[in-house]
Each structure stands twice: as C-alpha cells, then as structure tokens.
C-alpha cells in the first residue's frame, strides 16, 4: 500500500466521527500522488501524518446568561492546527452545527489557504455551537465576553490571531476585543482582526474575501480569453461573502441574479438590487424573503440547495459546505455553468468538483479563490504592527496583486506535476510544498 494510502487509513481511524475533516484531508491527498513520488524525503520525514494532526486543540465551557435570567451553556473550540509559517490564524464560527470535526476541517483547509497568500501565517480556527440568530446585542456581548474568558489564554499577536466567520461579524469582534483588553490590561489590538477602524481595523476587510473571490474568477477567465462582462451569476448566500462578491462582480460587468439563505432563496432576472440586500442583512437582520416586500416581480423559492437549477454562466457558493453534491453540478453543467468560484470553504463535495473537471467546468477552489479575506487579516497585523493605516486604495491594491500570484502559483504547480489546468490540485500543491519544507527546515516537532 503507498504511504499516503496507509496515512489515510490511520486519519480514518483516529478521526472516525469527523466527515468533514475526513472529506478535507481526502481532497489534499488525491492530488499528492504525484509530490509524493517525486519527494521522497517527505515520506521518511512522515510530513502528511504530522501535518493531519492539530498542535494543539481545545474545548471548553462557555457559561453566559440570556435577558430572562437563564444560565445557558455553550461549547467553545480552537484549534491550533499548524504554525511553521508563523502565528496561527483563522476565524471564529458561532452557528450551531460547530463542533470539533467542522473545527478541525476548517483549520486544515486554513494551513493551505494561508500559505497559499505568500503572507507569515499558520493555520487555526476556532467557534462555537452558540447560535447568534435571534440573540438580543445583550446575549450576544454576554457569550462572546464569556468566551473570551477562556479564550484569552490562547491567543496573543504572536501566537494566534482568531478573526470572524459564519455568525461572527464586526458586533462580535468588538464584544471579544473589549474584553480581551479588559482582562489583559492592555491595548493589544493586533490580537484580533475584523475590528472596527475606530480601534485598529484595516480598510478593505469587510469586502475582502468577496471581492478576492471575483479577482480570482476575473484571472482565471482571462487566461482563457474570457471575462465577466455580461455574465449571469447565481450567488448561495447572502452574507458577508456573498455581498462583496456581489459588489465586484456588478462592477466587472456581470449580472447576478439570484441569491440565498438558510430558508430559500430569491430570483430576479433583471438583476438583484444589492442595496436592498445589504439593508436587510446588514443592517434589518431579516430573512431574504423580504426582498419581496420592494420587488414582488422577484421570485422566492423554500430550501436553498433549488437555487442551483437556474440557468447561469458563472456559480459562487459563499454559503456553506457541500452546498453543491453532484446531482448540483450536474444540474449546473447541463444548463451551461462555464465557472465555480468556492466563496465558502469546502462548498462542493468532491464528487461535485470531480465531475466539473471532467466536464471542463473552470473551478477555482476556495484555499486559493477566498483567500482575500484572511490575506487581508494578514495586511491588518501587519498595521497594527507599524500602529499606521494604509487606505482603501492601497489594501485593495495588494489584495488583488496577491489574489493574482495565488492563481499563477496554483497554475504553475499543476503544471509542473502534470495537472493541465487544475486549479484545486495545483493550489493543494503549491501550498503543501511550502509549509512542507519549512516543517522540514525546523526538524522533527
């Protein structure tokens, strides 16, 4: 049996009740088949066994009292997956379907995301399975400050930096951040980032990893004499992801015509007002369905997943993984899907991206294509250290220069290990050498 066969039974084994981290692993292995025959050392070195397990994970209890006066008890996590590049990095998820296999995937898949920037940064991730949905801004601040009770002892500028992620957004930053300071007695603003400018939060943040994700699909279309002008795009999703990806896409001349969340999603043929959609989820915190209430010539349809029947040229799941099986893909291709942009981690199964490779489908898978937003995260510490702001001009500016450098890393890989244009092998490769080799260069830990 090859090693990396014989790695991936024992990771099956050891995290049997991890599908989610199985899936992201499995991924990652199929495309260094060919690194592995090639590189030797990495093998007598066991790089993929040591790289699999976390170097550190914690799970804690996160007491916090609701406005009718009822203790509630919520699990916390962090994993500190991998730090030979630098202080770990990755987001905090609030939603209630977190736990330590979606922990643990998140943070594998944030090892490579986070070495495919070019930028010092390991990879973590961390959450909870508190639900911030229907919570009073007075639960919210009471967990997010319990959390941070515990969470405190673990981070640090150059350590690890949590952000934010699914439930997760400016309010609750600033929660964890108060109280971070409050029981550190510090002003040590480089230990978060996703904050408010007020308090050291970098211009461009908020859009980046939408607006990372349309440059990516912008690069990749163009090396294939293509563009965005006039495309139809169909968006899973309706948050911060999904918006900015919205915001650009219009901007490089595309259509986008539908849009989701959890309970359905909207079709508007002319275009979706984006506006409206900003005011209803930035700002009213309202199911999507409300998008009627202004356009009743739109359409809404129950249960997300119908979204990927309508017609498009270009597909952006920003909601969740494994939004898109492959049933979706076929649905997809045979209604003429030129594109897949992966706005959220994982959003396709892998049977889905298989099957768009095969029909010569571009995809641009999500370590590379929603990079921008934590390489922005990366910008952000990289303020705080200088305790200096550039402007939006200038963040954006090295946001798209390094969403350009991702995709000719990933395609240089695939090529040099005979992948054609592959995107998801040659962004898995890429990354994978460079945190390989400086694992290698810091000796057996």
């Known amino acids: 049996m090859l090693y990396i066969e014989e790695v991936f039974e024992r990771i099956k084994q050891r995290n049997a009740q991890e599908p989610e981290f199985l899936q992201a692993v499995e991924e990652v292995f199929e495309s260094l088949k060919p690194v ?8 007598a070195a066991n790089i993929l066994e040591r790289m699999t397990e976390p170097e550190r994970q914690i799970i804690f209890r996160v007491p916090w009292v609701d406005d009718q006066g009822m203790l509630r008890v919520n699990r916390g996590f962090r994993v500190q997956f991998s730090g030979a590049l630098g202080p770990y990095k990755g987001g905090l998820r609030f939603h209630p379907s977190v736990y330590i296999g979606i922990i643990k995937f998140l943070g594998f898949e944030q090892i490579f995301k986070n070495a495919l920037t070019g930028l010092p940064i390991g990879g973590g991730k961390g959450g909870s399975d508190f639900d911030p949905k229907g919570k009073s ?3 919210v601040m009471r967990f997010c400050q319990s959390f941070m009770t515990e969470l405190y002892r673990h981070i640090g ?3 690890d930096v949590p952000a934010g992620d699914i439930g997760v957004g400016g309010r609750e930053i600033g929660y964890l951040y108060g109280h971070f300071r409050r029981v550190r007695g510090r002003f040590e603003n480089g230990v978060l980032t996703g904050k408010g400018l007020a308090y050291g939060g970098s211009l461009v943040r908020t859009q980046a990893t939408g607006y990372g ?19 139809r795009i169909v968006i899973s999703g309706s948050g911060n992801v999904a918006i900015y990806a919205h915001e650009k896409a219009t901007e490089l001349g595309a259509k986008v015509v539908a849009m989701s969340d959890s ?3 909207i079709y508007h043929e002319t275009g979706i007002d984006l506006a409206k959609v900003k005011q209803l989820k930035e700002v009213e915190r309202k199911r999507i369905k409300a998008y009627l209430d202004d356009y009743p010539e739109a359409t809404y349809v129950e249960g997300q997943k119908a979204i990927w029947s309508i017609p498009c040229d270009i597909a952006l799941p920003c909601a969740a993984q494994n939004d898109i099986d492959y049933d979706d893909a076929a649905k997809l291709v045979s209604n003429g899907v030129i594109a897949i942009g992966e706005g959220a981690n994982m959003p396709c199964t892998n049977d889905a991206v298989k099957y768009f490779l095969e029909k010569d489908v571009l995809v641009a898978p999500a370590k590379a294509a929603n990079a921008g937003g934590v390489a922005t995260s990366a910008l952000e510490m990289s303020q705080n250290s200088m305790r200096y702001a550039w402007t939006f001009e200038e963040v954006d500016a090295k946001l798209k ?3 350009v450098n991702i995709h000719q890393n990933a395609y240089t890989a695939a090529m040099k290990y005979d992948y054609g244009y592959n995107l998801v092998a040659g962004a898995n490769i890429a990354a994978f050498l460079k945190v390989s080799d400086a694992m290698m260069a810091q000796g057996d830990y």
């Open 137 to 139: 801004d007075a639960e």
């Open 157 to 159: 500028p150059d350590v």
């Open 213 to 231: 994700l349309i440059y990516f699909v912008d690069e990749m279309l163009k090396y294939h004499g293509k563009s965005l002008k006039d495309k």
């Open 36 to 43: 592995m025959a090639k590189h030797p050392e990495y093998e």
């Open 401 to 403: 220069d390094i969403m």
């Open 263 to 265: 309970n359905g999603y």
